[in-house]
């Protein structure tokens, strides 16, 4: 059952890095930037609120940390949209991936989690990934500041790691998960139509709306809805059998595999010596967790 979790987790994590790209190509505004997210958190809202209501589970719902994460669903997503209209490689997608040391650190000071010396090595191998496809460099979109993209990756980084120790906490204080999924994406959908409206009135445009579900992106933004739902939800399933370490090194370094996996099969990643050596460096790192794991 636990491959199977780490599978769904795996596929959802790996395809979504190539959706934003596809959506940070078809936006032009901030506004839209924002409310895009708005249209999958709703539709993810309607669909746990449905399980939460078939379920019939009556355990609390764990309302702050839940609120929490949704501000840093919505966030993460912003900054990565942002930063990946403004960049033309996947650096901001790479940057994000560093994340999982987040939740690591943060499970091991406050929730009393502890992670082996071979964890360790697992995470540091992937941590090495990351910096080395991030040596490939890549030119910044036209009037965009290197700086500006390294910032909003960054923030898109630690929003999404906040929202995976959220997750955590939920799983280990035993909240619902279907009502904590509730309050989070609906908390995430109303800061994107805040955020949006706010951007829209600072450059005094129209609310995007009409552009966002236009033909072109709603099937984009529903599949990223699927995405998205089915990741985190398989991130909360996962969290009841694993430690920190172990769960969120494997789901990088196999995310990160299947994104250049793809990249290859597609044409947009050359397999040049540092793809070689990403490639053997992530499957050390997950076969360290694997090994620890074992042992």
């Given at each position: 059952?636990?491959?199977?979790?780490f599978i769904l987790c795996i596929l959802s994590s790996g395809f979504t890095g190539n959706i934003y790209k596809k959506l940070a190509g078809n936006n032009q505004s901030s506004a839209a930037s924002a409310l895009m997210p708005s249209v999958w958190y709703c539709m993810?809202?309607?669909?746990?609120?449905?399980?939460?209501?078939?379920?019939?589970?009556?355990?609390?719902?764990?309302?702050?940390?839940?609120?929490?994460?949704?501000?840093?669903?919505?966030?993460?997503?912003?900054?990565?949209?942002?930063?990946?209209?403004?960049?033309?490689?996947?650096?901001?997608?790479?940057?994000?991936?560093?994340?999982?040391?987040?939740?690591?650190?943060?499970?091991?000071?406050?929730?009393?989690?502890?992670?082996?010396?071979?964890?360790?090595?697992?995470?540091?191998?992937?941590?090495?990934?990351?910096?080395?496809?991030?040596?490939?460099?890549?030119?910044?979109?036209?009037?965009?500041?290197?700086?500006?993209?390294?910032?909003?990756?960054?923030?898109?980084?630690?929003?999404?790691?906040?929202?995976?120790?959220?997750?955590?906490?939920?799983?280990?204080?035993?909240?619902?998960?279907?009502?904590?999924?509730?309050?989070?994406?609906?908390?995430?959908?109303?800061?994107?139509?805040?955020?949006?409206?706010?951007?829209?009135?600072?450059?005094?445009?129209?609310?995007?709306?009409?552009?966002?579900?236009?033909?072109?992106?709603?099937?984009?933004?529903?599949?990223?809805?699927?995405?998205?739902?089915?990741?985190?939800?398989?991130?909360?399933?996962?969290?009841?059998?694993?430690?920190?370490?172990?769960?969120?090194?494997?789901?990088?370094?196999?995310?990160?595999?299947?994104?250049?996996?793809?990249?290859?099969?597609?044409?947009?990643?050359?397999?040049?010596?540092?793809?070689?050596?990403?490639?053997?460096?992530?499957?050390?790192?997950?076969?360290?967790?694997?090994?620890?794991?074992?042992?």
């Amino acid at each position: 059952m636990i491959v199977l979790f780490f599978i769904l987790c795996i596929l959802s994590s790996g395809f979504t890095g190539n959706i934003y790209k596809k959506l940070a190509g078809n936006n032009q505004s901030s506004a839209a930037s924002a409310l895009m997210p708005s249209v999958w958190y709703c539709m993810l809202t309607v669909f746990f609120a449905v399980l939460a209501v078939l379920s019939g589970d009556t355990a609390p719902t764990l309302f702050l940390p839940a609120a929490a994460a949704g501000v840093g669903m919505f966030t993460a997503a912003f900054c990565l949209i942002e930063a990946m209209k403004r960049e033309a490689f996947s650096i901001p997608f790479i940057i994000i991936n560093l994340n999982f040391i987040i939740p690591v650190l943060l499970s091991v000071v406050f929730l009393r989690e502890s992670a082996g010396w071979l964890q360790l090595v697992g995470m540091v191998a992937s941590a090495a990934v990351i910096v080395l496809l991030n040596l490939r460099g890549g030119s910044a979109g036209s009037g965009s500041s290197p700086r500006t993209v390294i910032l909003l990756s960054l923030g898109a980084c630690l929003a999404n790691g906040l929202v995976n120790f959220f997750i955590r906490i939920n799983d280990h204080q035993g909240g619902n998960t279907n009502r904590f999924f509730v309050v989070l994406y609906l908390t995430a959908a109303v800061c994107g139509i805040l955020v949006s409206l706010c951007c829209s009135a600072a450059k005094k445009t129209a609310f995007p709306l009409r552009s966002v579900l236009s033909v072109r992106l709603l099937p984009w933004l529903m599949l990223l809805g699927v995405c998205n739902g089915v990741c985190f939800y398989m991130t909360e399933r996962i969290a009841g059998y694993l430690n920190a370490a172990a769960q969120f090194t494997i789901t990088t370094a196999a995310s990160i595999l299947l994104s250049l996996s793809v990249g290859i099969l597609c044409g947009q990643e050359k397999l040049s010596g540092k793809i070689v050596l990403s490639f053997l460096l992530c499957l050390a790192a997950v076969g360290c967790q694997a090994l620890s794991l074992v042992g």
